[in-house]
């Protein structure tokens, strides 16, 4: 008889909507009095981040902390995987140890898939390539719920290159799975005209999309996208797509500002965003704590789940 494998998170789309506000009440109920440390305790979670982090990695490592999970945490280009080790032998060794949650980063679209298809236990994507970053959404989609009590209705502008960002590509799956009107910003060069097969707008103008919002992610934008001939000019890019004093006036009072991190200052935004009270980058960081610690509650104890 074919048993079912341990449930794992590689995007948003693995939770059914009543589940995904389920993990939202659970991370609030989490944010308003922390849980004793045993939800976890005795479960041996490992961190395994190929690719460099600062607010994701220990934002994790806090949430496993306050579970009470037995972290390890070690750097991968120390393991067996760059010695000629493949996927499927590093997770038997993993099992074999006694690891049952796997937290994983990577450069390369799919890894967590082929880790979770190989491993006996709980995987949660960390982000991985230009593919996913569930929690990530999570926590944003936590964030806009904290600010305006609801979804549906409410429309969010995301902005930048959406064509390389694994964040846009997973809270456009959960912003929409619960009802909220998302709107694509950026050049074509970083939007395609195509993408999302016409389901979702696009648009190539900035200020006439910010004084209809509720909320507007600015996205991070990379050197390597102006040496690749993606952007032939920032100075063309941050005239056309930058978020600064001037646009501020064209936000309304009641819409807030978004912000994966890690940020460029003075290129998708500047000083004059993140002095702004509409910005929610804090709210952002620390509700990270709360989601990951309700995933991995869900993950390893089925955590009952209440749809509202």
Known sequence: MRTVPPRSLLDVDDLRPGELVGVLDRAVAFR????????????????????????????????????????????????????????ADTALTLHGIGVRVIVVRHYESGFARRLADAFEGHVVNAGDGTHAHPTQALLDLMTLRQEFGRFDGLHVAIVGDILHSRVARSNIVGMRALGIEVTLVGPPTLLPPDFGAGELRIERDLDAVLPHVDAVMMLRIQGERIASGLLPALDDYTQRYQLNRSRLRALRDAAVILHPGPYNRGVELTDDVLDDPRSRYVAQVHNGVFVRMAVLDLLVNGAPVVAV
Do not use: C, M
């Open 32 to 87: 308003d009095a922390l849980p004793a440390r045993d939800l976890l305790a005795g479960i041996p979670v490992l961190n395994l981040f190929f690719e460099a982090s600062t607010r994701t990695a220990t934002s994790f490592t806090l949430a496993e902390q306050r579970v009470g999970a037995d972290v390890i945490t070690f750097a991968p280009g120390a393991s067996s995987l760059g010695k000629g080790e493949t996927i």
